[in-house]
Every structure is written in structure tokens, then in C-alpha cells.
């Protein structure tokens, strides 16, 4: 069965360019996490969707920063105007149920993101 | 506010060692705790979860250990090997879907 697929899997753009990263969750999973990782803050949560709504977007660092889930197959994260400070990886992750805990979510391999 | 935190940070440790991961976190009324395993540039693939009813949760050579009360949970490989080396986090969750993650512990196995 195919994981969680995340594109690109790198990504190097000027600062100020607009980035967009993609991410399709596993078949049937109704909740999404979107993560970045950095050295300095390690593993953060962005924002979670249920059954393609935001649920919780606290984590979303700046008003630049966007998600959307149009359908339960896809999934955007949009950084614009983008800042070398959003250097990292980001990590779309899935699982079933409400997000409540009780299922392992499943990490796709990330994008690593280099904003020059 | 939940702050998780693993030691060593780095372990360094010969084919065929048993080893003790350790985590801890500050607020002992979590409702799992998971451990993960990430391999450089790839995700973070779940190993095992421990619910906070459970003390313990095994899966092949690995088992994991958890007590609430002190806030504490360890993760221990059996008879380690080369392709077990890799970053290992753990991750408490008060019963929400937000997950507090640990600084993780980078291990290297060596043939």
C-alpha cells in the first residue's frame, strides 16, 4: 500500500518566491497533520485537518503560511512571500480516526525546503 | 506546558548490544505515549504505542516501557544491529491530536 506521498522532495527558491508543498494522504485516512522540523525547535505541528476541515491552525508561525485540503486525497501548504527563516522540513502526516490519539499516524518522507 | 525530553542525545554502541532509550515528560497526565524511529531524509515511521492504561508494549526485538506516574519511558532493543541505527523520538499526547515530540537520540550501530 502506498504511505503518505509528499512533492517536491526538495525544494530551493530566492526569498520572496512563493512555495507550495503537496502532500496525499494514505486512502481512507480521514485526519491530517502538517510538521516542520528544524535543528532549533525539532518537531512542531502547523495545523490539523478532520475530514478536510481545519480543525486547529495555531501552530501556522505567520499569516504567510496557508493549508488547504480541497478533497480527502490532497493537500497544500503554501508559504508567500517565503523567508530563509522558513528554512526546514516539513512532514505531512496522516491517520484514522478523529486525531484523538488512539491510531499511530504515518509520516510521509517530507520536503526539505532551502529558502536563499 | 508538556515538554518531553530523551537522553543520551547520541549513543554510540557495538553489534549485538542491548540498549535503554530513555524519555521523560514534565506532565504525567498524557493519554499515549509512541515511539518513533527516522531514518535520514525520510519520515518518521511509528514503532510502537503505548496507551496510559498500558505499562508495556513489545514488537519483535524492540519493547517499550511506560510509567505515568513518574513520567518516564524507556525504549529497549535487543541484540542490536547495523540497520538498527537511526534517530529515535518519542512523542506524549494529553488525548487531542497534538503530539509533543522529543529532542530524539541518534543512534549508530557498529559492525
Known amino acids: 500500500d502506498a504511505g503518505v506521498i509528499q512533492s517536491p522532495r526538495h525544494e530551493v527558491t530566492e526569498m520572496g518566491q512563493e512555495v507550495t508543498l503537496r502532500c496525499k494522504p494514505i486512502?481512507?485516512?480521514?485526519?491530517l497533520f502538517w510538521y516542520r522540523q528544524t535543528m532549533m525547535r525539532g518537531l512542531e505541528l502547523l495545523i490539523y485537518f478532520n475530514n478536510n476541515v481545519p480543525i486547529d491552525d495555531s501552530g501556522m508561525p505567520e499569516d504567510r503560511f496557508s493549508a488547504k485540503m480541497p478533497n480527502a486525497s490532497f493537500s497544500t501548504l503554501k508559504i508567500q512571500p517565503s523567508e530563509p527563516r522558513d528554512s526546514a522540513v516539513y512532514f505531512c502526516?496522516?491517520?484514522?480516526?478523529?486525531?484523538?490519539?488512539?491510531?499511530?499516524?504515518?509520516f510521509g518522507d517530507g520536503t526539505r525546503l532551502s529558502i536563499l | 506546558k508538556q515538554e518531553v525530553t530523551q537522553i543520551p542525545a547520541a549513543l554510540s554502541v557495538p553489534e549485538g548490544e542491548n540498549l535503554v532509550l530513555n524519555c521523560s515528560f514534565t506532565?504525567?497526565?498524557?493519554?499515549?505515549l509512541q515511539w518513533f524511529r527516522q531514518d535520514p531524509g525520510k519520515g518518521l515511521t511509528s514503532l510502537l504505542l503505548i496507551q496510559s492504561s498500558q505499562r508495556e508494549q513489545t514488537s519483535g526485538r524492540l519493547n517499550a516501557s511506560l510509567d505515568k506516574s513518574s513520567g518516564r519511558s524507556t525504549l529497549y532493543i535487543a541484540a542490536s544491529q547495523p540497520g538498527d541505527s537511526a534517530t529515535y523520538l518519542c512523542?506524549?499526547?494529553?488525548?487531542?491530536?497534538?503530539?509533543?515530540f522529543g529532542t530524539g537520540t541518534r543512534l549508530k550501530v557498529l559492525a
Open positions: 506532565d504525567s497526565a498524557i493519554y499515549n
Open positions: 512523542a506524549v499526547t494529553s488525548g487531542t491530536y497534538k503530539y509533543i
Open positions: 502526516a496522516s491517520s484514522l480516526g478523529t486525531g484523538g490519539g488512539d491510531q499511530p499516524q504515518h
Open positions: 486512502s481512507g485516512h480521514n485526519s
